[in-house]
T-cell receptor
């Protein structure tokens, strides 16, 4: 079935460090690709998305590029802040049964220390 | 835009009682709503998908008689946990999609409901 492999955490970085969280997915069809962020005790917030090959999604300094050849959608940020501490989920969206369903990775917990 | 609310945010109930959780799309019409369950430090598990006016489609292993889902309008879906037991304690999250066609693949999530069954 459809699956996604996400870099395991936890990841601890110092403020202003560079962040990369790896994500690869199974190449079934042409999914849209998403990164969601979950802050403690809250639901998920859409961080960014990309819908086709070579698209780059970006938001709040985070970026991810849809790489069809490597079936990857790695999340990057050049300079993290303490407020970026959260759990990040990579999720391809596959269509089926009349709707688009997300397949979530296990999540990567990021802790940014001052 | 694309705001989804859930109510209540937390609920504590006694074993054997039923609990209803509401999920509302506040500023768009949600043709499809999803219900997820999340255990501590784990990912989200899709429980069911519901389209407005239709019966929900449950994922394998999810008891449809225990987790009743109603999606009676384009802005409201409810999840009722019937005869709750301690093992039903979890974080329940809903999501909705239904913006213009170009964004039909995007789900917007509610803030979640923490259910504790004593």
């Amino acid at each position: 079935g459809d699956s996604v492999t996400q870099m395991e955490g936890p990841v601890t970085l110092s403020e202003e460090a560079f962040l990369t969280i790896n994500c690869t997915y199974t190449a079934t069809g042409y999914p849209s690709l998403f990164w969601y962020v979950q802050y403690p005790g809250e639901g998920l917030q859409l961080l960014l998305k990309a819908t086709k090959a070579d698209d780059k999604g970006s938001n709040k300094g985070f970026e991810a590029t849809y790489r069809k050849e490597t079936t990857s959608f790695h999340l990057e940020k050049g300079s993290v802040q303490v407020s970026d501490s959260a759990v990040y989920f990579c999720a391809p969206s596959y269509s089926g049964a009349g709707s688009y369903q997300l397949t979530f990775g296990k999540g990567t917990k990021l802790s940014v220390i001052p | 835009g694309a705001v989804v609310s859930q109510h209540p945010s937390r609920v504590i109930c006694k074993s054997g009682t039923s609990v209803k959780i509401e999920c509302r799309s506040l500023d768009f019409q949600a043709t499809t709503m999803f219900w997820y369950r999340q255990f501590p430090k784990q990912s989200l598990m899709l429980m069911a998908t519901s389209n407005e006016g239709s019966k929900a489609t449950y994922e394998q292993g999810v008891e449809k008689d225990k987790f009743l889902i109603n999606h009676a309008s384009l802005t409201l879906s409810t999840l009722t946990v019937t005869s709750a037991h301690p093992e039903d304690s979890s974080f329940y999250i809903c999501s909705a999609s239904g913006l213009p066609r170009a964004a039909a693949d995007t789900q917007y999530f509610g803030p979640g409901t923490r259910l504790t069954v004593l």
